[in-house]
């Protein structure tokens, strides 16, 4: 794990939504604002970065960013639709083009068997599509946010190409 994989990423996405004239928006749950950190830590970002939501609790999902409490019951915060509906709402509060959001289980407790620690759902919102991959990382609690700010930062950048 390396500090400067994450900063190269961040500056990559910036150069790409400053290319663009865009900005971006993040809703973070298991991550902690940690993509929000490393944005924000790229000289110029104020031009591309509009806000970043930490939503934790399924309270604050929901009031933050409108995710329904029946696709809380139904499908719990670890899953694809709460992280579309996630992205979404981070749109809809912002003025941002481009969004993420990233649901999961860091650990070490939290697991099932149906959704083991290191179960990470990434929202992605472009302008002409939105959509939620899951991510099975492993390593403890640091690891996992880690390969998922990386992996978020990654896809989000390749996206813009």
């Known amino acids: 794990m390396n500090v400067r994989e994450i900063e190269y990423f961040a500056t990559e996405l910036g150069a790409r939504l400053q290319k663009q004239g865009w900005y971006l928006v993040t809703a973070e749950s298991c991550t902690g604002g940690w993509i929000a950190e490393a944005v924000t830590s790229i000289p110029g970002s104020s031009q591309w970065f ?12 929901q009031e933050l960013l409108a995710v329904s409490p029946e696709t809380l019951t139904k499908y719990g915060a670890v899953s694809e639709q709460t992280a579309l509906e996630m992205v979404k709402g981070a749109l809809a509060r912002s003025r941002a083009q481009i969004g993420v959001a990233i649901t999961g289980i860091a650990g070490p407790t939290g697991g ?29 609690r640091y690891s996992i946010r880690y390969q998922a700010v990386i992996t978020a930062l990654q896809r989000l950048s390749q996206g813009l190409c």
């Not at 509009?50 to 999902?61: E, I, M, R």
């Not at 959704?115 to 919102?125: E, F, L, M, N, R």
């Open 112 to 140: 099932t068997p149906q959704k083991p620690v290191g179960t990470v759902w990434i929202a992605y919102a472009f302008p002409s599509n939105i959509y939620a991959q899951r991510g099975f990382f492993s390593g403890d």
């Open 50 to 61: 509009d806000c970043g939501f930490v939503a934790y609790s399924n309270a604050a999902k």
